[in-house]
Each structure stands twice: as C-alpha cells, then as structure tokens.
C-alpha cells in the first residue's frame, strides 16, 4: 500500500471517530444527570463464539418509546467486545448488525453506572415468500385454443 494510500485511511478513519465522537459528545450534553458505561459482548448464539466487526447502534429513545435523532456506531473487536461511557441514564435502542447474522433490537433501560449487555445474533432464518415457486406453476394445456365460429 502507497504512502498516500496508508495516510487516507488513517485521515478517513480519524474523521469517522471524530464525527462519532462529535454527535456522542452532543448527544450528552443534552442530558443533565447521571451516566452509564456500556459495555457489550456479541456472540454467536449456537456456539458462543465471539462476532468480530459486528456494528452495535446505539439510539436514545424518548419516554413515549420513539427513537430520538442522533445516535452512534461502535464496532466489536476480536473477541466480540466494545464498550462506551457517558451514556446517559434512561431508555436507549441498541441495534447490532453483522453480515451472515439476523438484526438483532432491543431496547434498554440504562439505570446503573456500569451494564454489560451480551448479544446473541442467531443465523438466518428461512426465508418464505408469498409468490409461487415457478417450478410450482401449472404448465398451460398444449392444446391449440378452441377455434371459434364466424357469425
């Protein structure tokens, strides 16, 4: 990889952390009152193993359940962890996105000082569809149609 190369991805990266640390950061400081540190563990729910890469979102909630504006991303490590501090305290909508794995949602509520949350993300579930199968479809007659008569 160039030079140039390598110092556009660190640039890119920085500006990312650096947005999310912004809409986090403002996202605080509308809150007056106690915080939380999150901490989370995504596995896989059939063997327990860690989900590398997995995106967890983290939405506030207002108190009638709608999510609020705003939010943040963060990204599991080797071993299935990441964490945050400086969540505010009350209901909060984590989301956790990995490819090959089902969405998982829940919402929380964030009363303590300290929460570890353990993900379980399931395969995918079959899929079923409300169209036919073609191979389900009847064939039409290869009969000629009916001729019709002159009047």
Known sequence: MTDMKKRFLIVSALAIALGFGVVGWAWAQ?????????????????????????????????????????GMELKTDNDGRTNIDGIPYGPLRVQVLAPG?????????????????????????????????????????????AEQKPQ
């Open 30 to 70: 509308e809150y007056e009152g106690p915080m939380s540190e999150l901490r989370f563990v995504v596995v896989r729910d059939y063997n327990g193993k860690p989900v590398r890469d997995a995106a967890v979102v983290l939405h506030p909630v207002d108190r009638k359940g709608k999510q609020s504006r705003g």
């Open 101 to 145: 794995f089902q969405t998982f949602g829940e919402d929380y509520e964030i009363n303590k000082p300290e929460l570890q949350i353990t993900v379980k993300l399931k395969r995918p579930g079959a899929q079923y569809s409300s169209q036919p199968n073609q191979g389900d479809a009847k064939k039409a007659d290869d009969k000629k149609p």
